[in-house]
């Protein structure tokens, strides 16, 4: 009986024996654990900071991206309203301009109603006399610069004549500053019709604005 005790006395007691976990151990495995966690923390903080960085310069780069387009396109907008305005101010510059030398022409040819107003390479149609029409034409020769014309002759009379034709020029004012005789026109039969060319002689150095072709014959 005495045996029997003993034997029950020697059996290991809950907590101990194997299977059983002694404090020691279990109290180290805590603190690999957290330290564990620690370690795995302390490696995540430069990631998370490189993160943070990159979000913060991205941001930074969208904020001036965008205020560089909204500043361009406010500069862009200035520009084409200035842009307009100026349109706006040449228009009537050029609508003035108009004005005015529609008003100087008409006192140029209420003083001299027989100036044309001249214009480059155009025909221009006259029919009067024996002139048909005349076209001029600008010449340059280094800093100079001449007026060159071709002109239509025509013999619309009944009788065979021998034209005599001046072209002459005038300045803005009416002012005659040039003026050339046409050379070499034949005896001409009626029906006769002929074109000569020749160069207008400048007596004054001015822009020629206005013209005149006299014709007569003997």
Known sequence: MNNLNNAEGEQPSAGTGVGAESP???????HGSRHRSRHSSRSLLPVIALTAVGAVAVISLLLYLFGTIARYSSENNLQRAELGQKDSELRDLRAELKQVTAEFDALVKERLPNLKRLEHDKVIPLNQGYVRNILFTETHSGDSIGYEYRVVVEN????????????????????????????GVPMMRTGDSESFSG???LMIDAVPEYFHVESRSD
């Open 199 to 201: 160069e207008v002689d």
């Open 24 to 30: 020691g151990r279990s109290a180290s495995r805590r």
């Open 156 to 183: 619309n009379h009944s009788r065979p004549v021998m034209p005599e034709i001046r072209v002459l020029l005038f300045d803005r004012t009416g002012v005659q500053i040039g003026g050339a005789s046409v050379e």
